[in-house]
């Protein structure tokens, strides 16, 4: 499509790997990508390797399909001439959908009856009793950490279905983002943790929200919470959540991300019941999403040739 969109006097060269690693800033450049990327004024890509950005004196427009920029922060990316816009937004819809599914698994109790079909017991009572561990959405506190393009979709579903929710913003003075209740900010964390039966992570990984849901968080967690994190692992302490989830304090955990990814061969997270786990795809959707993905890019695309404002500018 942007092919398509090209006016006469620009080339586009379609690079078919730029690293091996999906956004990966510390990557090497593939060497096709180090012989084009000198005469581009213009990338688009998932990510950009530093070295690949420090090749290509000409850039004047960097557009990322990813919604997270840490990689791409880097001091010559921050200080120089070159606009850097991601895909923030675009992942919200599917992604909620995706916390959303993995919540409700927990609330059904499915991950018990897998365990029952496994070692085929029939046990009804394990469902019925004032004790069990069948909830219902509207009985919910739901908590999200980071109300921005992924967390006012995340609480938009939750509260359609009728679960006060609660977000974490870094600005909460901007008013309520729909779908939520209340916003407050991170200072007020730890008041808010112990309330919440749901835990969302939805925040970028800055030095500010580093492992925000630390071991001395996770302890003070509602017992009985379901904790989801669909931004970065290291926002939340892996081995602290591991704890949490054997001692049963911890109801169950939706994971998309992780602190080291590939997953560790050797992380417990591959074993534990009570994990609902996706290998980073919470945001896939194959057809709707490059629909988005597309329009935002040809928007963007026809934007700077008319020297308008680009959507979606990190600044
Ligand atoms: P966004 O910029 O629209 O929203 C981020 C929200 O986090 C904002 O409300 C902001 O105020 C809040 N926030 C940032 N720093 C904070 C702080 N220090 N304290 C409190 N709140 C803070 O971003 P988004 O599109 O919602 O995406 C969030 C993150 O999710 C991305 O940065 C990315 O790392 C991750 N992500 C993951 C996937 C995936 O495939 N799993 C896809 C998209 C995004």
Redesign the pocket.
């Known amino acids: 499509a942007i092919t398509d969109a090209t006016p006469a006097g620009w080339r586009v060269h379609i690079v078919s790997a730029v690293t091996d690693s999906f956004g990966d800033g510390a990557q090497a450049p593939s060497e096709e990508s180090l012989r084009v990327i000198p005469d581009a004024e213009v990338y688009v890509g998932f990510g950009m390797p530093r070295a690949l950005f420090l090749a290509g004196a000409k850039l004047r427009w960097v557009q990322t399909g990813?919604?997270?920029?840490?990689t791409l922060l880097f001091d010559e990316m921050r200080n120089g001439a070159c606009q850097l816009t991601n895909?923030?937004?675009l992942?919200?819809p599917t992604?909620a959908e995706h916390v959303l599914a993995g919540v409700l698994h927990f609330l059904r109790a499915f991950d018990l009856a897998e365990e029952m079909r496994r070692e085929k017991v029939w046990d009804q009572s394990a469902f019925a009793t004032p004790r069990a561990l069948v909830r219902e959405v509207d009985e919910l506190h739901v908590l999200v950490?980071?109300?921005?393009?992924?967390?006012?979709e995340i609480a938009r579903r939750f509260s359609a279905l009728g679960a006060r929710v609660s977000?974490?913003?870094?600005?909460p003075g901007l008013g309520l983002?729909p779908g939520f209740d209340a916003i407050h900010?991170?200072s007020e964390l730890d008041g808010l943790l112990p309330l919440a039966d749901v835990v969302v992570l939805?925040?970028?990984?800055?030095e500010?929200?580093r492992s925000?849901l630390d071991a001395r968080r996770m302890k003070g967690l509602k017992p009985g919470a379901i904790v989801a994190n669909?931004?970065?692992g290291a926002l939340l302490d892996e081995a602290a959540l591991v704890d949490g989830l054997v001692a049963g304090r911890i109801r169950g955990a939706v994971l998309?991300?992780f602190a080291k990814e590939p997953l560790a061969a050797d992380s417990p997270l591959w074993q534990l019941p009570r994990v609902v786990w996706t290998p980073?795809?919470?945001?896939?959707s194959p057809r709707r999403f490059w629909d988005r993905l597309q329009d935002l890019i040809l928007d963007n695309w026809a934007r700077y040739r008319a020297g308008d404002p680009l959507r979606n500018l990190v600044d």
């Open positions: 990813t919604a997270g920029v840490a895909a923030a937004g992942y919200g992604i950490v980071g109300a921005g393009g992924l967390g006012s977000g974490v913003r870094r600005r983002p900010g991170l939805a925040t970028p990984l800055t500010e929200t925000v669909v931004a970065r998309d991300v980073h795809v919470s945001g896939v």
